[in-house]
């Protein structure tokens, strides 16, 4: 059976975490009810919702939680890349979440408008400082990951990758082979062709758990992090991490 655990950031954490993209300090029930739902690993970023989800994310103390791993963006946008604009954003983002140091800090995005040594140099300098814990990359190919990890660990890689989109198949293995957190966001966003609905049915689960549980089993370096306002739909995500495929329906979905 797949292992329904990892290390994240020095923390042992759920192989299923919660993206949180369209949170917002008006959904408060849920924030605070997430971290007693199970979750253990909460991601979000510098531009979600104009700050507003790091902000939720902070008065309910996510960041403090015991066990938990919350990880946050920046440097999304051309410019955004600089080091001392990627410092004004950390300490922005350290204010709404309402603690001291980041456990996990991506670089949301690589742009060409600044060197990406100088990039990854500012963000070594901030752990460095203590003001992130750990380095993480989003939307990046081996190169750009090895690049980074000339200069710091990379702990984590966030990219695009689902049932219907493969095309960093490459970097999975990579992050697989270097000890790295592999994160696919937008895990649910297509599922593709292929006998998705007729392995749910055959283990009274949900297509979107045959999903989830397909990306456990593509790697053990795998973290998915589906997104929800619903406590409902957060606690079927997490009830995917008991769904065992067998190898010909692993097979089936390839």
Same mark, same amino acid.
């Given at each position: 059976?797949s292992s329904?655990?990892?290390?994240l950031?020095?923390?042992? +954490? ?9 949170? #917002? ?7 605070? &009810?997430?971290? =007693? ?8 970023a510098?531009?979600y ?5 790091? #902000? ?14 919350l ?9 955004n ?9 950390? &300490? ?21 408008? %600044? ?5 990854i ?13 750990? +380095?993480?990359l989003?939307? %990046? ?6 690049r =980074?990890?000339?200069?710091?660990p990379?702990?984590?890689?966030q ?35 292929g006998?998705?609905e ?13 999903a989830? =549980?397909?990306?456990?089993?593509r790697?053990? +370096? %795998? ?11 957060l ?13 010909e ?6």
């Amino acid at each position: 059976m797949s292992s329904r655990t990892l290390q994240l950031a020095g923390t042992e +954490v759920l192989r299923i975490g919660l993206g949180t993209n369209r949170l #917002t300090p008006d959904h408060a029930v849920f924030a605070r &009810e997430l971290v =007693a739902a199970g979750v253990q690993h909460v991601d979000t970023a510098h531009v979600y919702q104009q700050g507003g989800s790091e #902000t939720a994310l902070g008065e309910v103390g996510a960041a403090a939680a015991p066990g938990v791993v919350l990880a946050t963006k920046g440097g999304m946008g051309e410019g955004n890349g600089r080091p001392e604009v990627l410092r004004e954003q950390v &300490e922005e983002s350290l204010v709404r979440l309402r603690t001291e140091s980041i456990a996990l800090y991506y670089l949301h995005r690589v742009y060409p408008d %600044v060197p990406f040594e100088e990039t990854i140099g500012g963000l070594a300098e901030l752990r460095a400082e203590g003001k992130i814990r750990h +380095v993480g990359l989003s939307q %990046v190919n081996i190169d750009l990951i090895e690049r =980074a990890r000339a200069i710091v660990p990379v702990a984590a890689v966030q990219n695009h990758y689902n049932l219907a989109e493969r095309g960093c198949d490459d970097v999975v293995d990579h992050c697989e082979a270097k000890g790295i957190v592999f994160v696919p966001f937008y895990p649910l966003r297509d599922l593709g062709p292929g006998p998705v609905e007729e392995i749910a049915a055959r283990h009274g689960a949900t297509p979107q758990q045959v999903a989830l =549980a397909w990306l456990l089993r593509r790697s053990p +370096v %795998v973290l998915p992090i589906p997104g929800t306002l619903s406590l409902d739909h957060l606690k079927q995500n997490l009830a995917a991490l008991e769904l065992e495929l067998s190898d010909e329906e692993f097979a089936a979905l390839q």
